[in-house]
T-cell receptor
Framework: DQQVKQNSPSLSVQEGRISILNCDYTNSMFDYFLWYKKYPAEGPTFLISISSIKDKNEDGRFTVFLNKSAKHLSLHIVPSQPGDSAVYFCAASKGSSNTGKLIFGQGTTLQVKP | DTAVSQTPKYLVTQMGNDKSIKCEQNLGHDTMYWYKQDSKKFLKIMFSYNNKELIINETVPNRFSPKSPDKAHLNLHINSLELGDSAVYFC?????????????FGSGTRLTVV
């Protein structure tokens, strides 16, 4: 039973345009959400996160939106750059568990075309 | 100067063999993890250690035995390897078990059992 899902395996956008990556979750106990970026042959790297008490968090070109009622979050990248081409994973945690456990989605491969 | 380093990067071995994957972090983090990325690309937690103490064992077969000699190292030993163990294994660390700080991942070990 996968509690975090990224239903789009891939996304292709033109350089300079907006990239929107989506993530859905099923467990209402999740209270913290994170996005990771992964290049081939490398480990995932932390990108941006959001607490469930917020609905938006912004860091430069990256913004994460959280819709708790819909159990949905999205990552917006504006403007998209070719270097953003990578696999993006969303992840969720129950902070109260104090175990550090993250539940990951299966990733979305983003291709940004020059 | 790699923050989380794991060796080897690639490992090809026959069924029934025993193998180890090593992981070291130089970040001074208290918590270390092993994750498995399966053929469907999901990253799933296997083990979590905090200050050398096991805090998560996520129903992993007991052929998998983690060992943490100190808080900077978390090694993974696998006995009697099976075809289904083929996957990419990622080591990670975080400052505390509070995953809100995000993980730092190693670059992964691709294990192929033939």
């Amino acid at each position: 039973d996968q509690q975090v899902k990224q239903n789009s395996p891939s996304l292709s956008v033109q350089e300079g345009r907006i990239s929107i990556l989506n993530c859905d979750y099923t467990n209402s106990m999740f209270d913290y959400f994170l996005w990771y970026k992964k290049y081939p042959a490398e480990g995932p790297t932390f990108l941006i996160s959001i607490s469930s008490i917020k609905d938006k968090n912004e860091d430069g070109r990256f913004t994460v939106f959280l819709n708790k009622s819909a159990k949905h979050l999205s990552l917006h990248i504006v403007p998209s750059q070719p270097g953003d081409s990578a696999v993006y994973f969303c992840a969720a945690s129950k902070g109260s568990s104090n175990t550090g456990k993250l539940i990951f989605g299966q990733g979305t491969t983003l291709q940004v075309k020059p | 100067d790699t923050a989380v380093s794991q060796t080897p990067k690639y490992l090809v071995t026959q069924m029934g063999n025993d193998k180890s994957i090593k992981c070291e972090q130089n970040l001074g983090h208290d918590t270390m993890y092993w994750y498995k990325q399966d053929s469907k690309k999901f990253l799933k937690i296997m083990f979590s250690y905090n200050n050398k103490e096991l805090i998560i064992n996520e129903t992993v077969p007991n052929r998998f035995s983690p060992k943490s000699p100190d808080k900077a190292h978390l090694n993974l030993h696998i006995n009697s390897l099976e075809l289904g163990d083929s996957a990419v294994y990622f080591c990670a660390s975080s400052q505390t078990p509070d995953s809100n700080y995000g993980y730092t991942f190693g670059s992964g070990t691709r294990l192929t059992v033939v």
